[in-house]
C-alpha cells in the first residue's frame, strides 16, 4: 500500500476542524502549558515558505506537552490593522476590511493545509470591533492612571486629583512633564474644570503633546522608529522627515526602570535583552542649566537644560550644542546667522534620527550667534547647532567638552571653536572613566587631586548648592507616540470639549470606524476619518451622529487620528485566554488559570517595537490588579530566516541584450531580479516566459551558452520583491505537509538563519515513504504489527531515539531530532521489527513532527482516538546498558577476528571461551600459547 500522503493530509485536517481536537479549555485538573506565535498581518501575498519556520518550532512544542499531559493552550489570529490594506484601499478604493478579509481567508487555507494544532476557537482579529474594543478599553484605562514613583506603580488619576486638592503638588513625587509648574491647593481648587485638566494631562499616562515625529509625506503619516529602514519607509521606501505635530503619546518612559529590571527575570535571548537595554539607555550623571547671555538682540536670558554623565568635566566645556529642532533655537538665532539656521534646520528635518546617530563621520552645524554663561566661570561659550545632537534624546542640549568627547573634538576643529587645554595631558576618556576611583583629575584648583567620582560628586554638590543642577539617572528611552495619520486603526475613544479630550463612556464600546468615500488626507491635511461625515459624539444619547449636529454643547467632534499597529498587539496574548468575553478583557478565571504565556516564537525584528511595547502593557495592567504576572512570556525564541536563493540575469550596460552566466566575466552588466518559477533545477532560463513576465524586455537580445541562458544565483531574504518566493501550496502538494514540516526542521538550527533549496526536500520525503514501510512491510505490503515481544535490538533502538527525541525537543533543536528519527528508521527497518510496542512509540514520538502520517497509523493500529491523546513514551535506561561486548582477539597484537561474549564473564570465563574457540584452535595450529591477556570488557591478546 503507498503512502497516498494528500489523502491522508485532507482526512485528518478534516477530524480535526471537525472534532475540535486542540480546544483547551480555561478550567483544568491537567497542568497548563500556554504556547503562543507571534501572529501575522494578513498580505495579500499569502504565506511563503519562510513564515510558517516558527509556527512549525511551537507546534512541535505545543503537541510534545499535550503527550506530556499538559492542557495546551496554542492560538492564532491576525494582526489585522495595517498600512498595507490602507495602500491597497486608496488605490483601488476597495475597503480595507473587504482586503483584509479575503487575505486571511486565504491565510487561514494555507495554515490549515500545514496541519497546526490551533485553537481556532480562540481566533483573534486586531480589526474587528469585538477586539479592538478592549484595546480602546486599555486606552481609556491608560487616559485616567498616573505614576507615583513613591509606590512606584499606576494609580488611578482620581487620587491624584484628591491630594492636588488637598495639599497641591510640591509633594507628589510622580512621572510627569518637565515643565509640570509646582502649585498649592488653593491654586488647583482656583482653576476652572478646563484648566484642571490641562494640567492632569502632565500627569496621565497617555496625554497628548506637541512631539517631534517622523512624518512621511507620501503616506501621510507618523512613522514609529522601527518602521523606518535607511532613512526611508519600510513600507514604499518614501522619504521620512521630523515634524512637530499634536500627538498621543504612551508615558512608557514611567516604566523604563521595570522595563530593565525585568529583563532579568525571563529566559529571553541576551541579544534581544541587549537591544531592549541600550534602547532603553540607562545613564547616571547630573542635569545643570546653563543661562543664555543677552545682547543687543537677544534681550531675554534662556535656561538651557544639560544632562551629562561626566559632571566632572564641566571645566572643559567650550561650547554647547542644541538640536536643531530644539525650542530655543529660533529666540536665540541672531539675525545675522538666521538664513544660515533655517536651512540648516531644514535640511535637519529630512535626516531620520537613526541616521542621525548612526553617522558619525559627517560634521554639520551652524552658529546660533548666541553665547551662553558658563556657571562656573562666567566665561561666554558660543552656541551652535548640530543634527547629532537629537531633541527626544536627553533635553536637546549638550554641553560639549571637546578634550573628551571625540564627536565634539572632531566638531570644535571642524568649526575652529577654541579647545581649553584645562585636561591637558589627563585620560579623561570614558575607558579611563570607567577606573573611577584610581584616575586623577588635573589642571583645575577646584577639582586637582581628586578621583573621577569625587570629582563629580564635587561638582554635583556645588550644582545643587548654587542651584543650577542635581544629580539625576537619566533614560535614553522616550515617550511613544500613539497617533497614526491613518484609516485602517483602531478609532480613539475621544471626544473633544473647548479642545481638551474626553473619553466615551466604556459601556459604549467599541467606537468603530465610520464609512469614508476617500482614505487619503483631507483637502485641508487632516488625516483619512475627516472626511467621515458621521463622525461626532453626542453626549446626550451617547451616539456617534452627523458632523452637522456639531453644536459643542451636546454634540462634540472625535479624535481623527488612529491608533499605531502596535496597539492591537500590546495584550492580543491575554485577550486569547478568553477571547470571547464581551463583559470583561478576560475572566479572573481564565488569567488565574493560564497566567503567562510559557513558550513564545517570533522575530528579533521586533525587539524594541512590540516585544517592549507589550512589556510596558503587561506591568501597567499588573500595576492595576488585572493580570498575575508582571512579565507575559516566560520564554522567548527568535527563530531565524529561511532565505531565498535569488536568479538574476544580467543585462549589459547600455544595451537591450542580456549575457548568460558565464558570459558576463569582464563585462560591465547591470543584475536583474528573475522570479524563481522562471529557472528550473540547473540554473536554466525559460528566457520566452520571462519575455511574457516582463514585457519591456520583449524585444531583447539574449545571448546564450551551449544553447541555454545561464543564470546568477546569490542567497537573500525571502521577499516578494526579489522575485524569489517559494510558495508551500506548490510543495504541500507535491511532497505533503509532513515532509514541509520536517525539512524546515531539517535544514539547521532553529534560531539561524538558513537558506531554502526545494531540491533537498526529496530526502525528507523519501524517509516519510521508508517509515511508512516500517508498517507496511508484510509480503503483501499491508499494514502489519506483531503482539510478539520486542527484540533486545529494537528496545535500544528505541529508547535511544526516545533519549535523543526528547532532549532536542526540550532543547529546541529540532534539525538533530529529524536525523535521529531516520536513524531509527534505518535501523528498525534492517532489523525487519514489526513489533507493536516499539512502532506504537515511535508513531507517539514522531507525531510532534509529522502529525498526518502519525494519525493514520495510529489509527491503522486500532486506536479510535487521536494520537495527541496518547502518552509521550518514557525512555527507560536499562535498555541502552550493555551486557554483550564484541571483543577484538589478537595474536601477538594483531586482532584475527571478535567474538561477542556477555560482560559479566570473568576474566577466567573469557580466557576458557576464547581458547575453545574453533578459530583461535586455528590460529594455534596445535601450539600451545605463551601467555593469554584478558582486558574485561575491552581485548583479548594471545601471545604465541
Not at 506 to 524: G, H, I, N
Not at 715 to 744: F, H, T, W
Not at 865 to 893: C, H, M, R, W
Request: glycine share 6%; with cysteine.
Amino acid at each position: 500500500m503507498s503512502y497516498d500522503f494528500r489523502r491522508i493530509e485532507d482526512k485528518w485536517q478534516e477530524y480535526w476542524a471537525k472534532n475540535q481536537t486542540f480546544r483547551a479549555e480555561n478550567k483544568s485538573d491537567k497542568k497548563k502549558f500556554y504556547v503562543l506565535d507571534m501572529f501575522p498581518y494578513p498580505s495579500g501575498a499569502g504565506l511563503h515558505v519562510g513564515h510558517p519556520l516558527g509556527y512549525i518550532a511551537s507546534d512541535i512544542y505545543a503537541r510534545y506537552k499535550r503527550h506530556q499531559g499538559y492542557n495546551v493552550l496554542h492560538p492564532m489570529g491576525y494582526d489585522s490593522f495595517g498600512l498595507p490594506a490602507e495602500q491597497y484601499a486608496i488605490q483601488t478604493g476597495q475597503h480595507p476590511a473587504i482586503t483584509t478579509a479575503a487575505n486571511i481567508k486565504r491565510y487561514r487555507e494555507q495554515l490549515d493545509q500545514l496541519g497546526f494544532s490551533f485553537d481556532w476557537s480562540r481566533e483573534v482579529r486586531t480589526s474587528d470591533p469585538s477586539y479592538y474594543k478592549w484595546t480602546q478599553w486599555v486606552f481609556i484605562q491608560l487616559f485616567n492612571s498616573w505614576y507615583d514613583r513613591d509606590s512606584d506603580k499606576a494609580e488611578n488619576i482620581s487620587l491624584l486629583e484628591q491630594r492636588l486638592s488637598k495639599e497641591g503638588n510640591e509633594n507628589i513625587n510622580a512621572v510627569c512633564d518637565d515643565d509640570t509648574p509646582i502649585i498649592d491647593a488653593a491654586q488647583w481648587n482656583k482653576m476652572d474644570k478646563d484648566g484642571q485638566q490641562k494640567f492632569l494631562l502632565k500627569y496621565r499616562l497617555t496625554y497628548l503633546a506637541d512631539t517631534e515625529v517622523n512624518w512621511c509625506p507620501a503616506l501621510g503619516t507618523v512613522l514609529a522608529n522601527d518602521e523606518i529602514v535607511n532613512g526611508v519607509s519600510e513600507r514604499g521606501g518614501h522619504a521620512v522627515m521630523r515634524k512637530k505635530m499634536t500627538q498621543w503619546s504612551m508615558r512608557i518612559t514611567a516604566y523604563a526602570q521595570r522595563l530593565l529590571d525585568g529583563l532579568s527575570t525571563i529566559d529571553w535571548p541576551q541579544p534581544l535583552k541587549d537591544a531592549q537595554t541600550n534602547w532603553i539607555g540607562r545613564s547616571v550623571g547630573a542635569s545643570l542649566t546653563f543661562y543664555t547671555a543677552k545682547n543687543k538682540e537677544i534681550t531675554s536670558s534662556y535656561p538651557i537644560e544639560v544632562f551629562t554623565t561626566r559632571p566632572d568635566t564641566i571645566f572643559g566645556v567650550s561650547f554647547m550644542t542644541l538640536a536643531p529642532e530644539h525650542e530655543l533655537v529660533e529666540k536665540i538665532t541672531t539675525e545675522e546667522q538666521r538664513e544660515e539656521i533655517e536651512e540648516y534646520v531644514e535640511k535637519s528635518a529630512k535626516r531620520s534620527e537613526r541616521d542621525r546617530m548612526a553617522d558619525v563621520k559627517t560634521i554639520s552645524g551652524a552658529f546660533t550667534g548666541s553665547y551662553a554663561i558658563h556657571p562656573f566661570t562666567g566665561e561666554s561659550i558660543p552656541i551652535w547647532i548640530g543634527d547629532y545632537v537629537l531633541a527626544g534624546y536627553g533635553t536637546g542640549a549638550v554641553m560639549s567638552v571637546p578634550c573628551g568627547d571625540q564627536r565634539d573634538y572632531d566638531f570644535a576643529k571642524h568649526f575652529n571653536i577654541p579647545i581649553p587645554n584645562i585636561f591637558e595631558g589627563v585620560d579623561i576618556s570614558e575607558e579611563a572613566f570607567a577606573d573611577k576611583d584610581n584616575t586623577i583629575i588635573g589642571n583645575s584648583d577646584f577639582l586637582n587631586g581628586l578621583s573621577y567620582k569625587k570629582a563629580s560628586d564635587r561638582i554635583i554638590k556645588a550644582m545643587e548648592e548654587k542651584g543650577i543642577g542635581k544629580g539625576k539617572v537619566n533614560f535614553r528611552l522616550r515617550d511613544a507616540v500613539f497617533s497614526r495619520q491613518r484609516y485602517w486603526g483602531e478609532p480613539f475613544p475621544v471626544y473633544y470639549v473647548n479642545g481638551i479630550p474626553n473619553m466615551i463612556p466604556e459601556s459604549r464600546l467599541p467606537l468603530t470606524l465610520p464609512e469614508v468615500e476617500k482614505y487619503l488626507p483631507t483637502e485641508t491635511g487632516e488625516p483619512p476619518l475627516g472626511n467621515a461625515t458621521e463622525w461626532a459624539w453626542c453626549t446626550k444619547t451617547e451616539k456617534v451622529v452627523s458632523n452637522e449636529q456639531i453644536d459643542h454643547k451636546q454634540v462634540f467632534p472625535l479624535e481623527l487620528n488612529t491608533m499605531p499597529g502596535w496597539a492591537g498587539s500590546s495584550q492580543y496574548f491575554n485577550r486569547y485566554m478568553d477571547p470571547g468575553n464581551d463583559k470583561a478583557i478576560f475572566s479572573d478565571e481564565a488569567i488565574n488559570y493560564w497566567q503567562d504565556v510559557d513558550l513564545y516564537i517570533g522575530g528579533i525584528e521586533h525587539a524594541t517595537g512590540h516585544l517592549l511595547y507589550s512589556r510596558f502593557w503587561q506591568k501597567f495592567m499588573f500595576d492595576k490588579g488585572w493580570v498575575v504576572k508582571e512579565e507575559y512570556a516566560r520564554k522567548l525564541i527568535n527563530q531565524g530566516m529561511i532565505l531565498g536563493t535569488s536568479a538574476f540575469v544580467y543585462r549589459e550596460k547600455g544595451t537591450n541584450r542580456f549575457l548568460s552566466r558565464d558570459l558576463v566575466e569582464g563585462k560591465e552588466v547591470d543584475p536583474i531580479h528573475a522570479d524563481v518559477s522562471l529557472v528550473n533545477a540547473s540554473d536554466e532560463l525559460d528566457v520566452e516566459g520571462f519575455k511574457k513576465w516582463r514585457p519591456e524586455f520583449k524585444e531583447a537580445e539574449f545571448i546564450l551558452e551551449d544553447d541555454v541562458f545561464l543564470v546568477g544565483r546569490e542567497v537573500e531574504k525571502m521577499s516578494k520583491s526579489k522575485y524569489n518566493v517559494v510558495n508551500p501550496d506548490s510543495i504541500c502538494q507535491e511532497y505533503g505537509a509532513d515532509a514541509l514540516r520536517l525539512y524546515e526542521m531539517f535544514l539547521g538550527p532553529l534560531e539561524q538563519s538558513k537558506p531554502w533549496n526545494t531540491a533537498g526536500i526529496t530526502g525528507v520525503y523519501s524517509f516519510l515513504k521508508k517509515l511508512w514501510r516500517l508498517f507496511h512491510s508484510n509480503e503483501k505490503g499491508e499494514f502489519y504489527l506483531s503482539a510478539d515481544a520486542p527484540k533486545q535490538e529494537s528496545l535500544k533502538t528505541l529508547h535511544k531515539t526516545i533519549k535523543k527525541v526528547t532532549e532536542d525537543i526540550e532543547a529546541f533543536s529540532f534539525n538533530t531530532s529529524v536525523s535521529t528519527f531516520m536513524i531509527c528508521v534505518n535501523e528498525l527497518s534492517a532489523q525487519k521489527c514489526h513489533s507493536r510496542e516499539i512502532l506504537e512509540a515511535l508513531i507517539v514520538l514522531i507525531a510532534p513532527y509529522a502529525p498526518h502520517l502519525s494519525e493514520e497509523l495510529w489509527a491503522k493500529a486500532g486506536h479510535d482516538t487521536s494520537v495527541s491523546t496518547a502518552s509521550y513514551p518514557v525512555f527507560e535506561e536499562k535498555y541502552l546498558v550493555e551486557d554483550q561486548k564484541e571483543y577484538p582477539i589478537s595474536f601477538n597484537g594483531k586482532m584475527r577476528f571478535t567474538l561477542t561474549m556477555p560482560l559479566s564473564l570473568s576474566k577466567e570465563e573469557v580466557e576458557a571461551r576464547v581458547l575453545g574457540h574453533e578459530k583461535t584452535e586455528a590460529q594455534l595450529g596445535g601450539n600451545k600459547p605463551k601467555k593469554v591477556i584478558v582486558v574485561p570488557g575491552k581485548i583479548v591478546n594471545i601471545v604465541v
